[in-house]
């Protein structure tokens, strides 16, 4: 009986607890359907002009293409160097292995202004102020965290067997690599990518400090959209951020188990 | 041949090691500005000086460090409240697609950016916002309740900020448990609370302290909720950053205030490990 109540209670509590955590993205939901144009409770008629306003908006226009330019960029050079390196990790012991290591998992603690701010600085004292180059720079360093765990956790789980019976029949190293070790590092890669891709789309906080007008990316712009208007189309918006976010974790749980990947924060 | 052995090294090496050095040269320049003289109106910076130093120690400053702290401990002592429970039920439940609903759920809000959790709590805490609605609704208050520019509200959105990370960091260490220990204890005539509280609670105290003190550190990152949520009443570092760097354009003070943010936190992370430690002391297997 006791044990019954104590399950049935805690079953409750998580229930609940959940429900916090998608309180906000539901009641966004709610918002973003609705027809009136200030937030308002209850709901009154459904509508879809609110997307349309947000989708149409020049600067959220201007904003995307900057943030899709920005995300695949970031994607592209953050799994080479991710790929490479968890790779180096995984097979190579050399001095200072640990120190290059430490430095690139440390955005995961030192405060993304205080990384943002450096990049504005840094790059403006070598001419690169405010360009692309220095936006896709930033969001490398604040997503390869996450890239070289899910690259290194499929590379753990690889049986090197297969590249040893490859060179012994023959295989140069090249062709090991290319044949055998990067298709079954896919799964890494792709979680990886998938990673980079939606961290650099959504990432607001180091962006703010280093984008300029013409290469703000989309949060940015929806940041300067919410202190200037407060009708409900930041909530249309927002509900497609939550859809596409949600529909790419699922993804990526299929790919290669979102918990394994996830064991990054871990070692912090 | 050394070259046989180590095939790719200097190439697969090569790329992190550029990558590096460029984030070095970026957090070296936060520390070089620190000791640069300001110059009113100019992006150029001056000689050499220890004057900014003491900015920091200014009373607003000061108290914008103070409250960023305070804002930090009680975001790390909910999360650990509120995240429990769903890393416990994460590891424990036994379904493989209920636990990949609870982990899907629980991790979203990491992804989808500061700035979309952020406006979505303005949405359900604002005047005309979900809760007051409700409030209003049910009649258990005349007028809307200000919840919005306040530290409660600026911690709830933090609590749901740094949530995911204290999840995966409780739900990694709780997986080490076996739950046979728990078994054992209620075979022994322990109830559920009882084996819970004597078995499982003080077997997960290194995840308990990574969890707190990550959250705490990660907390200190905020720059859009306290922007937001708090409107100006509530102020943290990354706020006054952005105010003395974006705003006025007084790089060497700004790059004084986030290195001293930084410090700031490893001293506190350190402290706190510090005084968490006995957690760590757990009879083990």
């Not at chain 2, 306290?226 to 060497?252: E, K, R, T």
Request: proline share 5%.
């Amino acid at each position: 009986m006791r044990t019954k109540l104590a399950s049935f209670a805690g079953k409750a509590v998580v229930v609940l607890l959940l429900g916090f955590i998608l309180l906000p993205a539901l009641v966004v939901a709610v918002v973003a359907f609705n027809q009136a144009s200030l937030i308002s409770f209850p709901p009154q008629e459904l509508s879809l002009r609110w997307f349309v306003r947000a989708l149409t908006y020049r600067d959220f226009q201007k904003g995307f293409y900057n943030s899709v330019i920005v995300m695949c960029a970031t994607a592209v050079v953050s799994v080479v160097i991710g790929g490479t390196f968890a790779y180096v990790i995984d097979r190579y012991t050399f001095a200072g292995k640990k120190l290059l290591e430490a430095v690139l998992s440390s955005s995961l603690v030192i405060p993304y202004f205080t990384i943002g701010i450096g990049f504005l600085i840094f790059t403006s004292q070598i001419g690169l102020h405010r360009t692309y180059a220095v936006i896709v720079l930033t969001h490398v360093v604040l997503v390869l965290p996450f890239v070289l765990r899910s690259v290194y956790v499929s590379l753990r789980g690889l049986d090197q067997r297969l590249e040893l019976a490859a060179a012994g029949l023959g295989a140069s190293p090249w062709q090991v690599l290319v044949t055998i070790t990067l298709p079954l590092m896919t799964p890494g890669l792709f979680a990886g990518v998938l990673f980079a891709a939606i961290l650099s789309f959504n990432e607001f906080t180091a962006s703010i400090f280093i984008t300029a007008q013409g290469t703000q990316t989309l949060p940015v712009a929806m940041y300067n959209y919410v202190r200037e208007y407060a009708d409900p189309s930041m909530a249309a918006l927002s509900v497609i951020f939550f859809v596409l976010t949600t529909v790419l974790l699922v993804l990526m749980n299929m790919s290669l188990g979102l918990g394994k990947v996830l064991a990054i924060v871990e070692r912090e | 041949m050394v070259m046989t052995k180590r095939p790719f090294f200097i190439w697969f090496v090569t790329p992190a090691v550029v990558l590096a050095l460029f984030y070095m040269f970026g957090l070296a320049s936060v520390l070089e500005l620190s000791f640069r003289k300001f110059i009113p109106g100019s992006l150029e910076v001056g000689e050499w000086t220890f004057s900014n130093l003491e900015y920091v120690a200014r009373p607003l400053f000061r108290a914008v460090f103070t409250d960023t702290a305070l804002i930090c401990l009680l975001t790390a002592a909910f999360t650990l409240l509120v995240g429990y429970p769903i890393a416990y039920a994460l590891v424990r439940t036994k379904s493989s697609a209920l636990r990949a609903a609870i982990l899907i759920i629980a991790v979203t809000p990491l992804f989808t950016g500061e700035i979309t959790r952020t406006y979505s709590w303005l949405v359900v805490m604002g005047n005309a916002g979900f809760v007051n609605a409700v409030l209003m609704g049910l009649g258990l208050v005349s007028k809307p309740v200000q919840l919005m520019f306040t530290k409660f509200a600026v911690v709830v959105v933090l609590v749901h900020f740094t949530l995911p990370i204290m999840i995966i960091i409780l739900a990694t260490a709780l997986s080490q448990i076996d739950p046979a220990y728990e078994k054992a204890a209620q075979s022994l005539g322990a109830g559920p609370v009882r084996s819970f509280a004597t078995v499982t609670l003080p077997l997960s105290g290194p995840g308990l302290i990574a969890g707190i003190t990550t959250c705490f550190a990660w907390t200190f990152s905020a720059f859009a909720t306290p922007q937001l949520i708090g409107g100006g009443q509530v102020n943290m570092i990354g706020n006054l950053v952005y105010q003395v760097g974006i705003a006025s354009f007084n790089f060497p003070v700004a790059a004084v205030l986030s290195l001293a943010g930084v410090l700031f936190t490893m001293v506190l992370v350190g402290l706190m490990r510090l005084a968490l430690s006995p957690l760590e002391r757990i009879p083990t297997r």
